[in-house]
């Protein structure tokens, strides 16, 4: 069974203290690794899109990084306004074209 | 506006009543996803559409879950006899497939509450 899990469930970090989310998969086949940034209330926003293993990309003040079994969000120097719940999804070969397999999400806080 | 729309954004009801969900996907999107986000659970894909055709309807919990799409635009989910579990944030998504990113644009949800 195809399965995403994140961690950690929450996360708390000081303005400033970089840390990194993590997104672990077990698919059959990965046609694409998704991040999402959620905010109360809102639906979730697309950060960005990862293929194949060694594939890196970067946003501001985050950049994903993607293995053949996990994908890590690195957060640098963090703001308050970074504070959201962190999404990662799936797509797998041979699956529904474009459906997305969803981990739970990482909850940020960041303080001041 | 360029994004999706989903109306209303709040719905209370009691159980036992229908209640139907509304999706504007954006203009040109040929593929269209429901999925539902239920408190401390990951999204679950409910159905996709590509054009007004549901290929993949196998995420609807029950036969009291069903949806349409019309001119390739606006979709409907409808849910029937409303029970307690069916409470959750319903989420649509659009996408034209082809782009670098192949992202899904998600609407802001139906929140729904059963009592």
């Known amino acids: 069974e195809d399965q995403v899990t994140q961690s950690p469930e929450a996360l708390r970090l000081q303005e400033g203290e970089s840390s990194s989310l993590n997104c672990s998969y077990t698919v059959s086949g990965l046609r694409g690794l998704f991040w999402y940034r959620q905010d109360p209330g809102k639906g979730p926003e697309f950060l960005f899109t990862?293929?194949?293993a060694g594939e890196e990309k970067e946003k501001e003040r985050l950049k994903a990084t993607l293995t053949k079994k996990e994908s890590f969000l690195h957060i640098t120097a963090p703001k308050p306004e970074d504070s959201a719940t962190y999404l990662c999804?799936?797509?797998?070969?041979?699956?529904?074209?474009?459906?997305?397999?969803f981990g739970r999400g990482t909850q940020l806080t960041v303080w001041p | 506006g360029a994004g999706v729309s989903q109306s209303p954004s709040n719905k209370v009801t009691e159980k036992g009543k229908d209640v139907e969900l509304r999706c504007d996907p954006i203009?040109?999107?040929?593929?269209l996803y429901w999925y539902r986000q239920r408190l401390g659970q990951g999204l679950e894909f409910l159905i996709y559409f590509q054009g007004n055709s549901a290929p993949d309807k196998s995420g609807l919990p029950s036969d009291r879950f069903s949806a349409e799409r019309t001119g390739e635009s606006v979709s409907t989910l409808t849910i029937q006899r409303t029970q307690q579990e069916d409470s959750a944030v319903y989420l649509c998504?659009?996408?034209?497939?082809?782009?670098?990113?192949?992202?899904?644009?998600f609407g802001p949800g139906t929140r729904l509450t059963v009592l």
């Open positions: 990862l293929y194949s």
């Open positions: 203009s040109g999107h040929t593929a």
């Open positions: 998504a659009s996408t034209l497939f082809g782009g670098v990113d192949n992202e899904q644009f």
């Open positions: 999804a799936v797509q797998v070969r041979g699956s529904t074209l474009g459906r997305l397999y």
